[in-house]
């Protein structure tokens, strides 16, 4: 299994990026996709998934509205489309990927150790929101 985020870069407050995930190794199609993201001494936080049976998509509050996932099966990608971009959003963000169904359902991405849910982890693309 191999995940391999891009995307990620310096923007000014206001401002979005995209971010992807391009997947190998795996049935794509049936997996739960996740994006984390994680600032030095603190834990990775849960952001959004979306699970392979149904497309269902979650959100944890803090970006509620303001990000939006989507997976294009066909090219075995997920993306993380980062509107309204704030300071406080800079950080490490990770995709990752599992077949469980507690990876992605109500309420998992808010749950502590919500990351421990996931197998397979990308390397991580640096975003920094700053003027």
């Known amino acids: 299994v191999q995940l391999v985020e891009s995307g990620g870069g310096l923007v000014q407050p206001g401002g979005s990026l995209r971010l992807s995930c391009a997947a190998s190794?795996?049935?794509?199609?049936?997996?739960?996709l996740g994006w984390f993201r994680q600032v030095p001494g603190k834990e990775r936080e849960g952001l959004s998934c979306?699970?392979?049976?149904?497309?269902?998509?979650y959100y944890t509050d803090s970006v509620k509205g303001r990000f939006t996932i989507s997976r294009d099966n066909a090219k075995n990608t997920v993306y993380l489309q980062m509107d309204n971009l704030q300071p406080e959003d800079t950080a490490d963000y990770y995709c990752a990927t599992d077949w469980r169904d507690y990876s992605c359902k109500v309420g998992s991405l808010g749950l502590p150790g919500s990351s421990e849910r996931y197998k397979y982890w990308g390397q991580g693309t640096q975003v920094t929101v700053s003027s």
């Open positions: 190794g795996f049935t794509f199609k049936n997996y739960n």
């Open positions: 979306t699970r392979g049976d149904d497309g269902s998509t």
